[in-house]
């Protein structure tokens, strides 16, 4: 069964660091892009970053661009995300979710599978 | 660029439920529809504007006409209650964006 396990998150103070991991499992992770998408709490969905297959090309929205770093290890199957000078407003449930990646030239720019969540919550 | 949902439909058991989503892009950009129900995960139910995804019933449809895509859920059923969200990329495919998402209750 594919699966997509997010960790990581937790309780952090305004300006301080985290890194979410996310777990792939039952699908050759180093074939597909992947992105991270998050939900403020009773807010709808807002995309943060996309990775490609081999880690060379990154995309982030700007609300994150120059704060948070997308980064993947294929070899552990396993997606990331570095969150630096955290601010209230990344208070949210991080998904990690697969790219199809079956769409010319790189990216479908769509979840086929998304994992359970991870809670940040940033306050002081 | 946005992308435009009612924030809420209802319908009753077995009749027809259509969400909407709006957006100028659209046209020339492929409209995507997530399922999500409270303290879960979204799940992909239509992709590419109407070929409805692996597992999901047929009750499900997707159309689109113009600056518009529709959600349809012919006989609705109670376990359908959720929030629908649309989503679609940009025109230069550097970004995603997601409607607001509409919450379907089913009376």
């Known amino acids: 069964q594919v699966h997509l396990v997010e960790s990581g998150g937790g309780v952090v103070q305004p300006g301080r660091s985290l890194r979410l991991s996310c777990a792939a499992s039952?699908?050759?992770?180093?074939?597909?892009?992947m992105h991270w998408v998050r939900q403020a709490p009773g807010k709808g969905l807002e995309w943060v970053a996309l990775?490609?297959?081999?880690?060379?090309?990154?995309y982030y929205a700007d609300s994150v661009k120059g704060r948070f770093t997308i980064s993947r290890d294929n070899t552990r199957n396993t997606l990331y995300l570095q969150m630096n000078s955290l601010r209230a407003e990344d208070t949210a449930v991080y998904y990690c979710a697969r790219d199809p990646s079956s769409c010319p030239p790189l990216f479908c720019w769509y979840f086929d599978l998304w994992g359970r969540g991870t809670l940040v919550s940033v306050s002081s | 660029y946005e992308l435009t949902q009612p924030p809420a439909v209802s319908v009753s058991p077995g009749q027809t439920a259509r969400i909407t989503c709006s957006g100028d892009?659209?046209?020339?950009?492929?409209a995507y529809w997530y399922q999500q129900k409270p303290g879960q995960a979204p799940v992909m139910v239509m992709y590419t504007d109407t070929v409805r995804a692996s597992g999901i019933p047929e009750r499900f449809s997707g159309s689109g006409s113009g600056t518009t895509v529709t959600l349809t859920i012919s006989g609705v059923q109670a376990e359908d209650e959720a929030d629908y969200y649309c989503q679609s990329a940009d025109s230069n495919e550097t970004n995603v964006l997601f409607g607001g998402g509409t919450k379907l209750t089913v009376l």
């Open positions: 039952g699908f050759t992770f180093s074939t597909y892009a």
């Open positions: 990775i490609s297959h081999d880690g060379n090309n990154k």
């Open positions: 892009a659209l046209p020339n950009q492929y």
